[in-house]
């Protein structure tokens, strides 16, 4: 019976497992094919609106190209006065429309007068309009104030019929020309050229005015306007030149934009039309296309785009199939994931344990690490303490006996060359040899004494580094610069020696290696640190990936440092020398600060009297 129920458990067992890692398949699967369904329609749609901003960037440069087009012809006007229809016509020739502004297809100017000029500007301007002998008159009928008459026109064999027209009765014009004329702007607004109810092109608009008058305000373009020039173009060819790079039957593009509505007794309005639509009557779909809508025109304003693709025209071949290859994918590896996770749960807990066990053997292998660092710094710093102790009582012996010794002979010696002068002129010269040689051995004796450790320590930081940098000086003829701020430094023996012996290790790498001409040192001092700065011009370290065997110069000033808790930064770079900036504690070094101290003028050791 017991048998029975534990196989059933595990029989039930292992069909929850199949069940659940059936279910993970799934869900992973169904992740996958949205997720990679997304991407791809994001992917899609980045390429989508590359196209819609490559659409507006050739719109507006189209645009701006009329614009400028615009502004050419106007300075046809200001260059002279009193354009011909001959000129303006061999003006227009020489643009050659057809093949470089393909799209144009008339370019006009519209004079402006008043009534009063209307018989002598119907009698000059209006006549032989075709070449062939044919006049014109200002159209509609009627006087007026004011009149905008079309008076040139090109090519003229099509659109010479418009010639007379006065533009000041059409619905809003009065209006739009107003505002052009006020403000000197690129008019990109008014009614759609038609033919019937067929639109056949746009057209747009630019002031001109007389030659050698100002125009710094409103009153001023006024009396200075004469007209305006514009230009007509095809919104067909216009959209098809956009359209050539696109899917063919999946694209669609319409241009809208506004037309002036007049009714009686009403004041007109504007009602927006289609000026062009490449797939009229297609259904809309938001779920399967993409859609873009902006602004075209001269400062943005003008015409209305709407721009949509279906989606799937931009998706290849591979991304109709990949999101079922990822739902694929992610089952088949799921199911083969899980069953190795449930194969491999054991040995990951072992490989845990196993880890942990690791990881405190790694700890404590690093206490200890850190514990025998310790130890040995503070090795280090009891063996410094003692070396430099040594050096300091060998220095002292050597000067109070060695050197007293040597003092007593010299004064003996030269007692004795004194009163063998004139006597015992041989013996006179082998006194004298022998003062030299004491003399000698002395010099040799104290540079032994101020290398073991420096007498002038005892006068002070400032003085023994203000010393060493003489020496320093003396020793090599490089210019070497002391800058201490006028204080002189009071601090510990042990940091006083630590310091000291880093300037010599520095100096002595300087006059080695650096090939430098200029060494700068700097002791500072501020309620946190102690701080000594040696640089140098000369070429830098050279980075050789490490120490060459047997130096340790870099290492043992960093050590030093470390033995009194203070840091050591060490800079360098190719020609732009080398700078060692040390700083430690002040809180437990610095003994006092004073003002500098003329220590010249106190007494000198036994040997710097002689």
């Known amino acids: 019976m017991g048998r029975t129920a534990n196989w059933f458990t595990k029989i039930t067992s292992i069909k929850l497992g199949s069940w659940l890692g059936a279910l993970l398949s799934l869900s992973v699967g169904a992740g996958l094919y949205i997720s990679t369904s997304q991407a791809v329609e994001n992917d ?35 260059a002279a006065d009193g354009v011909t229809r001959e000129e303006f016509r061999r003006y227009v020739a020489g643009l050659d429309l057809p093949n470089q502004f393909p799209d144009v297809q008339s370019v006009n100017f519209a004079h402006y007068l008043t009534d009063a000029e209307r018989i002598r500007f119907e009698s000059k301007m209006l006549q032989n309009i075709d070449g062939r002998g044919r006049n014109a008159r200002i159209r509609p009928e009627g006087r007026r104030a004011e009149y905008t008459v079309l008076t040139f026109i090109e090519p003229g064999t099509t659109w010479v019929e418009r010639i007379g027209i ?22 990109t607004s008014g009614s759609p050229v038609k033919a019937g109810s067929v639109v056949m092109g746009l057209a747009m608009r630019f002031p001109v005015y007389r030659i050698a008058t100002p125009m710094q305000d409103v009153t001023q373009r006024r009396a200075a306007y004469v007209g ?26 319409v241009i809208s934009g506004p037309t002036p509505v007049e009714e009686p007794g009403r004041p007109v309005g504007y009602r927006r039309i289609v000026l062009f639509d490449n797939r009229p009557g297609m259904p809309r779909d938001e779920q399967a296309e993409f859609r873009a809508r902006f602004a075209v025109g001269v400062g943005g304003r003008g015409w209305d785009i709407d721009f949509t693709v279906k989606k799937r025209s931009l998706y290849s071949r591979i991304d109709n199939v990949l999101p079922w290859v990822a739902m694929l994918a992610g089952m088949t590896g799921t199911a083969l994931l899980y069953a190795l996770f449930q194969t491999l749960s054991s040995s990951r807990r072992r490989a845990i344990g196993l880890a942990e066990e690791m990881t405190e053997g790694l700890r404590g292998s690093e206490a200890k690490l850190q514990k025998t660092n310790d130890n040995l710094r503070r090795l280090a710093a009891h063996a410094e303490s003692i070396k430099e102790s040594e050096r300091k009582r060998i220095a002292r012996e050597i000067h109070d006996d060695l050197g007293q010794n040597l003092l007593a002979l010299r004064i003996e010696v030269d007692l004795l060359a004194s009163r063998t002068n004139k006597r015992h002129p041989r013996l006179h010269t082998r006194a004298h040899w022998m003062l030299q040689q004491i003399d000698a051995t002395i010099k040799s004796v104290r540079q032994i004494i101020n290398d073991l450790r420096p007498n002038v320590l005892d006068l002070g930081l400032t003085a023994a580094v203000d010393w060493q940098i003489a020496e320093f000086r003396r020793r090599t003829g490089l210019a070497c610069e002391l800058v201490s701020h006028n204080h002189d430094l009071l601090v510990s023996d042990r940091c006083a020696t630590t310091l000291f012996r880093i300037l010599q290790e520095s100096l002595t790498n300087v006059s080695r290696h650096a090939r430098a001409t200029a060494v700068r040192v700097e002791l500072a001092v501020d309620p946190v ?48 020398g080398t700078t060692v900036h040390v700083a430690i504690p002040a809180a437990d070094n610095l003994l006092a600060v004073a003002p500098m101290s003329t220590f010249a003028s106190m007494p000198k050791p036994v040997f710097d009297r002689m």
């Open 44 to 78: 899609a749609r980045t390429r989508f609106n590359h196209m819609a901003r490559s659409v507006r960037s050739v719109l507006d440069g189209r645009i701006k190209t009329y614009a400028d087009l615009l502004r050419g012809t106007a300075s046809l006007f200001r």
């Open 166 to 187: 006065d533009m000041l009765t059409f619905p809003t014009a009065p209006v739009l020309l107003a505002h052009a004329r006020d403000t000197g702007e690129v008019l």
């Open 228 to 253: 305006s020039v514009g230009i007509g173009f095809s919104v067909t060819s216009l959209a098809q030149g956009v359209l050539d790079n696109m899917p063919k039957n999946a694209t669609r593009l």
């Open 529 to 576: 640190s102690i701080s000594m700065t040696i640089s140098d011009n000369g070429i830098g370290l050279v980075q050789t990936g490490g120490q060459k065997p047997g130096s340790f110069g870099l290492v043992g000033i960093e050590e030093r440092v470390r033995i009194l808790g203070g840091k050591c930064l060490i800079t360098s770079g190719p020609e732009r």
